[in-house]
């Protein structure tokens, strides 16, 4: 394999290399990004601040008539403790979480905060 350095007419430094060699650097790269990925993923489940929905939980989720109402019953939280946390009235959260209404995304953030989870911002058609 011929590797040649050399410089710009500016003066970088630069590396001429076949292309494949290139390509396999690259990925390279992009494994050691994902492997740096999957280790700070696994602290997280370790420390207890991500989690893992298994296949029941998956189906029940896709069940749900919303996001809101799955993760409200995963958590095993009443309405009405979940609209105190989160500042809202109860009405209001039995509402969105039949898919009777929908939120603005403070609403969602808040909701989603109370249940301890990152998002509850529904997806747009």
């Avoid at 601040?49 to 029940?60: C, F, I, Q, S």
């Avoid at 939280?77 to 969105?96: I, K, Y």
């Amino acid at each position: 394999m011929t590797i040649v350095r050399t410089r710009t007419p500016s003066g970088e430094a630069i590396v001429i290399l076949p292309e494949a060699e290139f390509e396999r650097l690259r990925d390279l790269a992009k494994e050691a990004v994902d492997a740096r990925t999957l280790a700070a993923s696994l602290a997280r489940l370790q420390a207890g601040d991500e989690e893992l929905l298994g296949e029941n939980d998956l189906d029940a989720l896709r069940a749900a008539p919303t996001p809101l109402a799955f993760w409200r019953s995963k958590r095993a939280v009443s309405t009405s403790d979940l609209a105190r946390q989160a500042g809202v009235p109860e009405e209001l959260v039995n509402a969105v979480e039949r898919g009777e209404s929908i939120g603005d995304v403070r609403l969602y953030r808040r909701l989603a905060r109370a249940l301890g989870i990152e998002d509850l911002v529904p997806d747009t058609p």
